[in-house]
């Protein structure tokens, strides 16, 4: 009888235990919005990801600007696509610093890998992640730049939760991303984004994040917001 108690208690204490896990997202947030992504032609999204009319692209030096990275820090651009981003980070965080360039899909890194090293820039290391994971080391990062991302990924809170375990204790979240406002954007925003700035920031907050900034008027259709990482 005893026995069967302390069976049933130990079940009870696993079952409590396990919750978290039972309750977590299984199922993408958005199925197929990365299907283009899985095997990219390079050049295609070249010309779409840098070049002038794309809004991110034509305030770049605007938006690295704000940024406002520093020699020696450790910076991991979080879908880093083509790489834009990352080879304009490189040289201001110098010798000493590291720019990860992340992304799910592995043409797109190799490609940031082979123009960095054409280029000469030895600080950049390619990381191809998965859906729900950024894969960094954890405790090793100073800034996280998310630019034009965000609504891509399929599993929003295990993606932050891992850019949280990734970030030293005082480090920082940079979300780019585009307006989303009905009656107002383009149909093709409102069609491709499942939610604008104020449910993004939720969630962001949520996975252990709080909003310190916001550059109004940076860009034309996108908004950059500074977070920094609090203790969960
Ligand atoms: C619209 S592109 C933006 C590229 C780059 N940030 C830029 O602004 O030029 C979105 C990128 O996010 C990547 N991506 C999608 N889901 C991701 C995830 N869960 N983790 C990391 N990268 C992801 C895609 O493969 C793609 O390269």
Redesign the pocket.
Known sequence: MKQRFANLLLVAISCHLIMPVAVAQKKSINPGI?RS?EN?DVKK?IGR??QEGRD??DHRHAVVKACNMKPGATVA??????G??TRMFSPLVGAQGRIYA????EK?VKHIEKTAEKDGLTNITGVI????S?RLPPGSVDLAF????YH????PQK?MRSIHRALKPVGQLIL?DFHRIEGVSPAWTLKHLRAGQKVFVQEIEKAGFRQVEEKKGLMKHSYFVRFVKVKK
């Open positions: 990365n992504y990219p999204y990801f840098e991110v692209y651009d979080i879908g880093a696509g083509t834009l981003f992340v992304d799910i899909s797109f992640c998965s859906q729900d950024v998310i630019c034009d991302t891509h990924f399929e599993f993606t780019i």
